[in-house]
């Protein structure tokens, strides 16, 4: 590590300290003048300092991971104590928000990301004072570089400023009356879903340290409801989505991609189903693969992809984490192969009606975010 990157790298860790520090000041101050406030109940705040690399996932890459760099964090959380009955099926998790802020060790070419995300901290294992977590946040990232073939044709990575972005972390932590300290290893990931490329994406490994301070540390009873018996066991549902995607060369145009799906869900328990389904996938960009093969078309409709897909879905209430992976049953234009995967967040806005958000994939490579309103029988 050189000199001057040590100097950045501590530079940036006092900065990030002090501010957290600030925070808890000022927390400390509102709270001891009114500790009925609502908002301040069960509140942690907590920063984490970063020190991770861009992960060269594909052959054509090696030129953007140029060095490692740090990263750092701020996040405001709370602990759940069963009110609703999925945090008393998942262990109590704690919820909240966070910031994620880098240069990514090549701000010429990839910029700088400022990323905020939603998240839930899934509890493995509590012991005294100790706690093993994992962390899922899915959230939008906002890079100040992006691919453009005249002044950053070597950004292969990301073509847009606005992005979408996950993020991952297995953190070990110690609790020490208000204060928690914590290590672990991270996965931050951005993403335009292939609305615009190129779009390989950008995977950056961490390992971190972090510390929390706990603003409002009264005692609160973990509340412990007996289950209901599961009454339905089954249902079927249709979604029609709607998605826009590129194809290459960059800087072409746009196409759109339809879907219908029809499913039958079993329930396993209150928090898990797997799922069957049918899918027809019309894309209008096979039309345009076909043609620069030379290959005719007579019925644009004859690049209808129908296929049937198995998944398991995890419940939140009233929202789903969906896991998909599917086969096409017939293919005129077969560049992506024969398998397909989906990624998915589902809500029910009512007792028949259904939203629904999905990322299709092939294996690795995002195809298209796809936006749904589906029926529940």
């Not at 009925?36 to 920063?47: K, S």
């Not at 991609?257 to 039958?264: C, T």
């Not at 005719?296 to 209430?317: T, W």
Request: net charge positive; hydrophobic share 40%.
């Amino acid at each position: 590590m050189s000199k001057k990157l040590n100097i950045k790298f501590v530079a940036s860790v006092i900065k990030n300290l002090s501010l957290l520090l600030s925070i808890l000041l000022f927390s400390y101050s509102i709270t001891a003048q009114n500790n009925e406030q609502v908002f301040y109940n069960n509140l942690i705040i907590g920063t984490k300092v970063h020190y991770g690399f861009v992960m060269s996932h594909h052959k054509s890459m090696g030129h953007l991971t140029t060095s490692h760099f740090p990263a750092f964090e701020i996040d405001f959380n709370k602990q759940t104590y069963g009110k609703k009955l999925w945090q008393q099926l998942y262990n109590y998790p704690v919820i909240g928000i966070g910031y994620w802020h880098s240069d990514l060790g090549n701000s010429t070419i990839l910029g700088n990301v400022h990323a905020i995300f939603p998240y839930i901290n899934f509890v493995l294992k509590k012991q005294s004072n100790f706690t093993m977590n994992f962390r899922f946040g899915l959230g939008f990232g906002w890079l100040n570089e992006r691919f453009d073939r005249f002044e950053n044709y070597k950004n292969i990575a990301i073509s847009s400023h606005l992005n979408g972005c996950m993020n991952l972390n297995y953190k070990l932590e110690w609790e020490f009356n208000r204060m928690f300290f914590s290590t672990g290893i991270g996965l931050m990931h951005l993403s335009n879903c292939a609305y615009k490329i190129p779009n390989l994406g950008i995977n950056i490994g961490t390992v971190n340290l972090g510390v929390s301070y706990k603003i409002d540390n009264s005692k609160r009873k973990l509340i412990k409801n007996d289950l209901d018996t599961v009454k339905k066991l089954s249902d079927f549902y249709i979604i029609v989505s709607y998605g826009i995607k590129e194809i290459y060369p960059p800087c072409g145009k746009k196409y759109s991609e339809y879907d219908i799906s029809l499913n039958y869900s079993k329930i396993l328990s209150h928090k898990n189903k797997i799922l069957a389904g049918i899918d027809l996938f019309y894309d209008e960009s096979n039309i345009e693969i076909l043609k620069r093969d030379s290959i005719d078309i007579k019925n644009k409709y004859s690049v209808i992809k129908p296929g049937v897909n198995v998944g398991y879905e995890l419940i939140f209430s009233k929202t789903s984490f969906i896991i998909q992976t599917g086969v096409y049953i017939y293919a005129k234009e077969k560049s992506d192969g024969f398998f397909y995967h989906r990624f998915a967040l589902r809500h029910d806005i009512s007792k028949h009606f259904i939203i629904n958000l999905s990322l299709k994939t092939h294996f690795a490579r995002a195809d298209c975010m796809e936006f749904g309103i589906g029926y529940k029988f």
